[in-house]
């Protein structure tokens, strides 16, 4: 049986930045950010992020006996997807992914569904939002795979979007509609 996904609070912020960190270095083609300028690694800016209602991040815990705890005698976070809502007046009928990442000994069972599930679930208690919306490298087949077995379909192909020890590669969008109004 799969854990259930948790949302962060802010007191989890130290937690998610380990995770973070872990999964900048682990799997840097998959996110625009880098370790050295990441406001997810920011325990200021992340406490706030995760006290607010327009933000949420979806975690799963290391099952007991995995290994890692923290000084608190919490477990440390394996799986995670962020969400959040579009502000702006003209784009709030809006919400972007962001962040999903699974620790690489515990891919293939599921947990990024479970993650990515509790967030867009999330995003339908957000009155008026329409679309979620997202990106990933085109070199993250696993990911792709499951962002269309969820509904999300690619609209859209930014060359060279990201660019990684002189490498780069394109990022896909992707959009889910939530509802079939207007």
Known sequence: MLPTPIRLQPSDAERYTRLRLRMLLDAPRAFGASPEADKGLDLAHLRKTLAGDDH?????????????????????LIAAAGIMRNTLPKFRHRASIWGVFVEATYRRRGLGRAVMTAALDFARTWPGVDYIDLGASERADEALRLYESLGFVPWGRQPEATDIDGRRYDEIHMTLRLTHSR
């Open 56 to 76: 949420a991040i979806f975690a799963v815990e290391e099952p007991q006996g995995g290994g890692r705890v923290a000084a608190r005698g919490e477990a440390d």
